[in-house]
């Protein structure tokens, strides 16, 4: 039977000093239960689904992007990596999606008003976010935040770093890999945030977030010398992942981690790298609300199979 973790404890910080709450070895896997961010006000949750939408305690929640964890993996400590793979995700079958006014790409609400379009609780069913009777979107369940502890302070899961966080990644989903930098004995990985579905940037502020059980797997290696940023690895490509603002220095990050990765791994001279991602290289913000923009740069490994 595989360990579970979660929901509760909820942590709205990634730091050194969480408790962990589970112990797994290195290649276990195990699940964790995530809870779904505080979602609108009752008033707009249709009244059929008043009661799936009661029985996942969004209330409970004090505010946005709690995780789970703290997740202490055996003989993990700095100077390694740990790499965690998704290898399956179960939504629930209700979420919802809000558009406070108060993000950093739209300080204030554009075009209109209304409650009904400042905030949406759908069903998920089928394979199916249901947005109205007529347009039903498939489903792509993703993780949002992933990240180990820092080595000195807390940091809120609202923002991205080199420890990962909020990184709110499509590509974060089952048969994914996440490789992070180890910082503290055990990493102490928090885990959460959950999403049905999510467009590039998540301009509004939030995805379809939703409640979810994740399965993983965990792994350890030495950190290799060139990885400061957390890397992505997918079955169609290798991503490195970097947040700042302005954007282009997000993506600059990205793309030179990117390269020194390619150099390391595939022994590609940096100045041919260069050249080489000039022209292959698929990268884009994957969100644009948080303190930091998130870029993500990646190569597919069609292309790295050729070198």
Excluded at 214 to 227: N, S, T, Y
Excluded at 264 to 284: F, K, T, W
Excluded at 287 to 298: D, E, L, M, R, S
Aim: aromatic fraction near 6%.
């Amino acid at each position: 039977m595989l360990q579970r973790q979660g929901p509760s404890p909820l942590y709205y910080e990634t730091g050194p000093r969480n408790p962990p709450t589970l112990w797994v070895e290195p290649g276990e896997t195990f699940e964790v239960a995530s809870h779904m961010s505080r979602g609108p006000d009752l008033s707009l949750v249709p009244p059929d689904l008043r009661e799936e939408w009661l029985s996942h305690e969004p209330y409970a929640v004090e505010r946005g992007n709690p995780s789970s964890g703290a997740i202490w993996v055996r003989g993990a400590e700095p100077g390694m990596a740990v790499e965690v793979a998704i290898e399956a995700l179960e939504l629930a079958p209700v979420g919802y999606t809000m558009f406070t006014g108060d993000n950093l790409l739209f300080p204030s609400t554009p075009v209109t008003t209304s409650k009904l379009c400042a905030a949406r609780v759908v069903p998920i069913r089928d394979g199916h976010v249901i947005w109205n009777e007529r347009l039903a979107i498939p489903v792509q369940p993703m993780v949002g935040m992933v990240g180990v502890a820092p080595a000195h302070e807390s940091q809120s899961n609202l923002r991205v770093g080199e420890w990962g966080g909020n990184m709110d990644v499509q590509e974060v989903a089952p048969g994914a890999s996440v490789r992070l930098a180890v910082n503290v004995p055990g990493a102490l990985l928090h885990i959460g945030d959950v999403h049905a579905l999510q467009g590039d940037g998540e301009i509004g502020g939030s995805a379809i977030e939703t409640s979810g059980v994740i399965r993983l797997r965990v792994e350890l290696m030495d950190r290799p010398d060139e990885m400061t940023w957390p890397r992505i690895i997918t079955p169609e490509r290798i991503m490195a992942v970097a947040s700042a603002r302005p954007a282009e220095v997000a993506l600059r990050i990205a793309a030179g981690e990117l390269m020194r990765w390619l150099h390391a791994d595939y022994g590609i001279e940096p100045q041919e790298a260069l050249l080489l991602l000039s022209q292959v290289l698929e990268a884009r913000a994957t969100q644009v609300v948080n303190p930091t923009i998130t870029y993500v740069a990646g190569v597919r490994h069609e292309i790295l199979r050729r070198l």
